[in-house]
């Protein structure tokens, strides 16, 4: 069946390192979005990409959407102890949304 | 706070039984997902209707249902709870029904079948 996978599914970096996490999925999506979900937390939406090969960015974040569809990417530049959480792509394929797996990201002071 | 409100935030019940999650989307918002996450399995989409109607349909057992009232709130229902069913509940709402919306998450509930 479709399945949203996400690498890797832990990180832990020294603050003021980058970060990416890449989403696949093994169908192609009508969009990506990106959520947060700090410890403890709800998932809190970050951003939507809906054309293919889309960049978009929101200070330190950089989010792709790759040229298939199928992929995604979200970069943080120069992390902070706020970057803290757990990151999930979500996608659209047909009426049916599917959540990445998640990685959680773990910022070392 | 996102505006979106769910009750109760902790149920513990046991195996066999029924229970009954309440969802309220955001003031104006016609759509409303349920999501179930546990530790192993990540956030899995179960259910969205949009102005009182089914509109998709994720990975939901028999077992469970849900409903939009008039009033836009919704409930999930949980009966012959199994162990392990034991998760967290998110609901989430969003202005339309397409593809292109961005959810609001509610602060779940937490269930626990002993």
């Known amino acids: 069946g479709q399945q949203v996978m996400q690498i890797p599914q832990y990180q832990h970096v020294q603050e003021g390192e980058d970060f990416t996490t890449y989403c696949n999925s093994s169908t192609t999506l009508s969009n990506i979005q990106w959520y947060k979900q700090r410890p403890g937390g709800h998932p809190v939406f970050l951003i939507q990409?809906?054309?293919?090969?889309e960049v978009k960015k929101q200070k330190r974040l950089t989010f792709q959407f790759g040229e298939a569809k199928k992929n995604s990417s979200l970069h943080i530049t120069a992390t902070q102890t706020t970057d803290v959480g757990t990151y999930f792509c979500?996608?659209?394929?047909?009426?049916?949304?599917?959540f990445g797996t998640g990685t959680s990201l773990t910022v070392i002071p | 706070d996102s505006g979106v409100t769910q009750t109760p935030k902790h149920l513990i019940t046991a195996t066999g039984q029924r229970v009954t999650l309440r969802c309220s989307p955001r003031s104006g918002d016609l759509s409303v997902y349920w999501y179930q996450q546990s530790l192993d399995q990540g956030l899995q989409f179960l259910i969205q209707y949009y102005n009182g109607e089914e509109r998709a349909k994720g990975n939901i057992l028999e077992r469970f249902s849900a409903q939009q009232f008039p009033d836009l709130h919704s409930e999930l229902n949980l009966s012959s709870l199994e162990l392990g069913d034991s998760a967290l509940y998110f609901c989430?709402?969003?202005?339309?029904?397409?593809?292109?919306?961005?959810?609001?998450f509610g602060p779940g509930t937490r269930l626990t079948v002993l």
């Open positions: 990409l809906v054309k293919s090969g």
């Open positions: 989430a709402s969003s202005v339309g029904g397409g593809r292109a919306n961005e959810q609001f």
């Open positions: 979500a996608g659209r394929a047909g009426n049916q949304f599917y």
